[in-house]
């Protein structure tokens, strides 16, 4: 699997946005940019995902580099639910068949300030 | 929606004894996913399956290790016997095969520690 890489740890304010960067210089062309976090005593839970074009849900928004070499999950406005740590991961879709298999890397840990 | 089931949530047991770490995915849902966690090692990969047959346990540690999957609606992950090394937190997961970027759904974790 291709490889990302984030910062260890962020900090935030409450109410303040926060950007969270993601580096894949090795991304290929069928790998997709996935985003979990995991708050406290909890599993991962699925946050948003995006190919090339820049995505919106609910959650947070992917801003996606012109090269697809990096990334940013945004969370508009930072809440204290928002503290977990965050991984971005590359998921290969174009092996075709059985490959769904998420590889964790050790993420960012976010800290949100009251 | 129930989501992911696993049970026990903790589980405490003594070097030697056999675990054995259950799971119920999301109805619908047709592969299933072990994960383990620890500070050292953090997320690892132990086996998937896809319609309850094994696609990939590249990641089970060694022949202590075993997982089933006996019909869509359970799994469970045996270790016998256990060692003081396999205390961790246990993640089962499910999602839809087929899908392209179906999101995984996590459980809660069973909390396992060997003494």
């Known amino acids: 699997d291709a490889k990302t890489t984030q910062p260890n740890s962020m900090e935030s304010n409450e109410e303040e946005p926060v950007h969270l960067p993601c580096n894949h210089s090795?991304?290929?062309?069928?790998?997709?940019i996935h985003w979990y976090r995991q708050l406290p005593s909890q599993g991962p839970e699925y946050v948003i995902h995006g190919l090339t074009s820049n995505v919106n849900n609910r959650m947070a928004s992917l801003a996606i580099a012109e090269d697809r070499k990096s990334s940013t999950l945004i969370l508009h406005r930072a809440t204290l639910r928002d503290a977990a740590v965050y991984y971005c991961?590359?998921?290969?879709?174009?092996?075709?068949?059985?490959?769904?298999?998420?590889?964790f890397g050790k993420g960012t840990l976010l800290t949100v300030n009251p | 929606d129930a989501g992911v089931i696993q049970s026990p949530r903790h589980e405490v047991t003594e070097m030697g004894q056999e675990v054995t770490l259950r799971c119920k995915p999301i109805?619908?849902?047709?592969?299933l996913f072990w994960y383990r966690q620890t500070m050292m090692r953090g997320l690892e990969l132990l086996i998937y399956?896809?319609?309850?047959?094994?696609?990939?346990d590249s990641g089970m540690p060694e022949d202590r290790f075993s997982a089933k999957m006996p019909n869509a609606s359970f799994s469970t992950l045996k270790i016998q016997p256990s060692e003081p090394r396999d205390s961790a937190v246990y993640f089962c997961?499910?999602?839809?095969?087929?899908?392209?970027?179906?999101?995984?759904?996590f459980g809660n974790g069973t909390r396992l520690t060997v003494t």
């Open positions: 997961a499910s999602s839809t095969a087929g899908v392209r970027n179906s999101p995984l759904h």
């Open positions: 991961i590359l998921r290969d879709v174009g092996s075709g068949g059985s490959n769904y298999k998420l590889t």
């Open positions: 090795t991304i290929s062309g069928t790998d997709y």
């Open positions: 399956f896809n319609n309850n047959v094994p696609i990939d």
């Open positions: 109805s619908g849902h047709n592969s």
